[in-house]
């Protein structure tokens, strides 16, 4: 039988999601966990690879068991054995051709960043930072460049693994909120630090280094050194995957911004 679970994590102390020698893994710590509960050995597959110290408030994950067990024992009871950065938030049952990957037709990204004088203090590790005065109404004239497919070779990441650097941007949000500005963005599919990479010329822009219009030279390059640096994962947040309405699967209201942090 194949369950799907929706997770969210603190990435500050991992390295990544994925498995890998020698280092601490959210896929480790979830593997371990559900063990624990199945009785015997369980592999994971999720929804979006997320890198070191790079957060989610809506990572989606499939895996198959032969047991049986109540929904709440892949929840309440897998959180027993999971570090307390790390928590399953629901369960559902899901046929076997549901892919936590391949099934998925958009993913949601949030980056965070403090924008004051200071270093942050309670934001360490869940912020980025930029001192610098920065202007949001510029940030957004160039995030709007951004929609729709583009060549994203520009914010591509090295040894990024994708077949193909064409992505559809169908979403783009760049606001303040006090000293927080929020970057939002949604898309099928994300290159390896595309988003911390847009990030890092977004910023340049609000700083006023390059007029808006920058962006759009930037995709039509198609050139990674033309672009700024790649900004601290510190503010990344993998906040939603989205799903046809067959898989029944609940749908990500990013909760854990809304209310008290008003984002």
């Not at 032969?66 to 929840?75: D, F, H, I, T, Y």
């Not at 960043?113 to 610098?132: F, I, S």
């Not at 160039?142 to 583009?150: D, S």
């Not at 799903?243 to 609940?250: A, G, I, M, V």
Request: hydrophobic share 45%; aromatic share 12%.
């Amino acid at each position: 039988m194949r369950f799907a679970l929706g997770v969210e994590y603190d990435g500050s102390a991992f390295h990544g999601w994925q498995k890998q020698p020698g280092a601490p893994t959210v896929q480790d710590v979830l593997e371990a966990a559900l063990q624990r509960i199945a009785g015997a050995p369980v592999k994971v597959v999720c929804a979006g690879r997320t890198d070191a110290g790079v957060h989610a408030t809506g990572q989606v994950v499939h895996f198959d068991t032969l047991v049986e067990r109540p929904l709440s024992a892949w929840v309440r009871g897998v959180n027993t054995f999971l570090p307390l950065t790390v928590s399953v938030r629901w369960a559902r049952p899901v046929g076997d051709d549901f892919h936590a990957r391949f099934s998925a037709y958009g993913r949601c990204y949030r980056y965070l960043l403090l924008n004051q004088l200071q270093r942050t203090g309670v934001w360490h590790g869940r912020a980025g930072w930029y001192h610098h005065p920065l202007e949001v109404g510029r940030m957004q004239q160039a995030a709007a460049l951004l929609l729709g497919e583009h060549d994203f070779s520009a914010f591509r990441a090295a040894d990024c693994q994708a077949k193909s650097p064409l992505k559809t941007m169908r979403y783009a949000c760049v606001r303040r909120c006090g000293e927080m500005i929020v970057f939002d963005f949604e898309a099928g599919a994300f290159l390896q630090h595309m988003v911390r990479n847009l990030v890092g010329s977004l910023v340049y822009i609000g700083q006023g280094k390059h007029p808006p219009e920058w962006m759009a030279k930037l995709l039509a390059a198609g050139d990674r050194r033309l672009a700024a640096p790649t900004f601290s994962a510190a503010g990344l947040y993998l906040v939603g995957v989205k799903y046809e309405s067959q898989w029944r699967l609940p749908v990500s209201e990013d909760s854990f911004f809304s209310g008290a942090l008003g984002f």
